[in-house]
């Protein structure tokens, strides 16, 4: 039977939600975040929307779902790069590489009748949220908020006709690794005039440390590659998601002369729970789901580290790291996942290589000229 490439209505979304979950249903590897998370993500009131538009496709053969993209325009990019780069996202796929070049397609014409001149992915929506396809690595699960798919989705991207634009660097760190001497003679010169301090936050408080990774987030990154600028809404979003899941061993602060200089926030692997519940929680199995959260979170992924540009170079990013890795002993998690970095981001990938991390998981993001 041939394939029907459908864009959907917002009455629709549900589909296009549920499709991974039922293509990967049981699978040993792949980890969806609960649907209500999903939905909010992707309902026009997220505050991403404010500054974006998105269009949503899905293929089917024989009547049954082969597949979904989103067509993604985030203007708040277009406008902080000065350019007109379109998005795919959300793309999930069966085998079928008719399916894939249908949606594909599909995202490619209606970024083009909004001006756009090539395509960039994928990004769910935007680099600030889970982005990139797994490249290397697919014989474990993700780390949290991190993404899994098969290898063929390499070979599908590539056969519509995208080529590699960035690899990004998932770095696996042991906890039983002890922290380089020559590392902490640094921090130690570093801490001799008492300039540099660390900081956690006050979960009770948690207002007053998002604020302060405001301040320091749009600073630290803005040069990077691929960035862009988060919102206050979108932080403000963010900060109401992670609330309940924070402990101060999750997020600290490193400060300068008493100015926030840089932060790391760090959260255990929830796919450990998340995955046994298929997207949803329920009278089922709201008990298995508790029971891996409280107790069998031994891992954990650090998020972001960031460091604005004129703190650099100064044993700043050694301390943060450092204080990862005693949080994460503490925490007991055999190891730790520093992810994501830039493949030419050399003076992180160093430092984290220093310390005794190992790329182990691979990201693509793709591009195409319209």
């Known amino acids: 039977m041939a394939v029907e490439i459908r864009e959907l209505a917002e009455k629709d979304l549900g589909a296009f939600i549920d499709y991974p979950y039922d293509l990967f249903r049981g699978h040993r590897f792949w980890a969806g975040d609960l649907k209500r998370d999903v939905r909010h993500l992707l309902e026009t009131g997220h505050p991403f929307w404010r500054h974006g538009e998105r269009a949503l496709f899905m293929a089917y053969r024989d009547g049954r779902p082969a597949g979904r993209i989103a067509a993604i325009v985030n203007h708040a990019h277009n406008n902080f790069h000065g ?19 249908g949606l594909f397609a599909a995202a490619g014409a209606w970024l083009k009748t909004r001006g756009m001149d090539s395509v960039l992915g994928p990004v769910n929506p935007s680099t600030n949220e889970t982005c990139g396809m797994l490249a290397e690595g697919f014989d474990f699960p993700p780390m949290v908020m991190m993404p899994w798919n098969p290898p063929y989705y390499l070979q599908l991207t590539q056969a519509a006709g995208f080529a590699k634009a960035k690899d990004l660097y998932a770095y696996k760190c042991e906890t039983s690794i002890p922290f380089p001497e020559r590392f902490e003679k640094i921090i130690a010169r570093m801490n001799r005039d008492g300039k540099v301090t660390l900081h956690f936050a006050d979960v009770k408080s948690i207002d007053k440390a998002i604020d302060e990774v405001k301040d320091v987030y749009n600073a630290a990154w803005e040069k990077n590659w691929g960035f862009v600028p988060m919102t206050a809404e979108e932080m403000d979003d963010l900060a109401k998601a992670l609330k309940p899941m924070l402990k101060p061993d999750y997020l600290y602060f490193a400060r300068y002369e008493g100015r926030p200089a840089g932060f790391v926030l760090l959260l ?18 709201i008990l298995p789901f508790l ?11 650090m998020l972001t580290l960031g460091v604005k540009k004129e703190f650099r170079g100064k044993g700043i990013e050694l301390l943060l790291i450092k204080q990862a890795i005693a949080a994460a002993k503490k925490m007991g998690w055999k190891y730790g996942e520093l992810s994501w970095t830039l493949e030419d981001n050399g003076l992180i990938n160093n430092t984290i290589e220093a310390v005794g991390g190992e790329v182990y998981r691979k990201y693509r993001l793709y591009e195409k000229k319209l």
Request: some cysteine; overall charge neutral.
């Open 291 to 301: 029971y891996r959260f409280l107790f069998r979170l031994d891992r954990g992924r």
């Open 268 to 285: 255990p692997d929830f796919n450990i729970a998340l995955k046994r519940v298929n997207g949803a929680l329920g009278p089922l199995n």
């Open 83 to 101: 350019d007109k780069t379109g998005f795919f996202g959300f793309f999930d796929c069966s085998e079928d590489k008719e399916a894939a070049e």
